[in-house]
Structures are given as structure tokens and as C-alpha cells.
């Protein structure tokens, strides 16, 4: 079972860090999409996205401090979400069936990560186990 659930990290982790990469290397037109949302400082707000899918990403491939992880992704999904995602307030039925999916996509993301948080650690196959680290985050 370590093994499919390393599996599932990996994969979850790679996306994060695969829409990272996205956000450093094309944050010129990802930050004129938001500003065109709204999103104050579009191009601060893309990189500090970047950032937290980062952190997220290295921390569940690693499975080092998940938990670090697991509350940047809710600082990454309930503000881009909200903001870039709004379909209540699309007047274009092509938008707004585009920004419907990705709502109830960037929730479920959001509900899974949430549901590794109640996982026990240290995980199988992990930084924290193989060093032997404290499971609360040093802070």
C-alpha cells in the first residue's frame, strides 16, 4: 500500500511542481490573464502562486513536512479559485462553462490535498522517516 500511495504522491507532487514551473516561466501572460480578472499586483500574485505549488509539490514527493504543503495549497486554491475561476460572473456561456470545470477541479484538488493532512505520519517512503525527523514542522 506504501507503494501506491508514494505513487500518488509523486504524481500529485509532479503536477504541482509541473504548474509551478508554468507560473516562473510564462508569468508575463499568466499575470495579464489575472489582471484582467482583477488580481491586484497580477505579477507579484503569479509568482507567490508559483511559490506555494512549489512548496507543496517538493513537500509531498518528499513527504517532508506535508503539512506545510497541505496549507500553502489551501493559501494557493481558495483565493485563485474564488478570484480567477468565477463563473457566477461570466456574461460568455463558452467562459463560463471553461471556468465551471476549473472551479470544481481547483475543489477537488483542494478536498484531496485537505484529506493528506489526516494521513499518519511519518508516510512510508518519506524524508521524515528516513531521517528521522520530527513530525511537527520546526517553526
Known amino acids: 500500500m506504501g507503494e501506491i500511495f508514494l505513487a500518488g504522491r509523486i504524481l500529485a507532487g509532479g503536477f504541482y511542481l509541473f504548474s509551478a ?9 499568466l ?6 480578472v ?6 507579484l500574485a503569479v509568482l507567490v502562486s508559483g511559490l506555494l ?23 494557493f486554491f481558495v483565493p485563485v479559485t ?3 475561476h468565477a463563473f457566477w ?3 460568455d456561456p463558452v467562459m ?3 471556468d465551471i470545470v476549473n472551479f470544481g477541479k481547483n475543489v477537488a484538488l483542494l478536498g484531496s490535498s485537505l484529506m493528506l493532512a489526516a494521513v ?12 528521522h525527523l520530527p513530525i511537527k514542522a520546526p517553526v
Open 120 to 131: 499518519p505520519r511519518p508516510w512510508e517512503y518519506s524524508l521524515e522517516r528516513r531521517a
Open 96 to 98: 463560463r462553462q471553461m
Open 53 to 75: 505549488l512549489a512548496i507543496a509539490g517538493v513537500t509531498l514527493i518528499l513527504g517532508v513536512y506535508p503539512d506545510v504543503g497541505v496549507a500553502a495549497l489551501v493559501l
Open 21 to 29: 514551473f508554468h507560473h516562473f516561466s510564462d508569468t508575463a501572460s
Open 38 to 43: 482583477g488580481v491586484p499586483l497580477p505579477e
Open 82 to 84: 474564488v478570484m480567477m
Open 89 to 91: 460572473a461570466d456574461r
Open 31 to 36: 499575470a495579464r490573464y489575472a489582471g484582467s
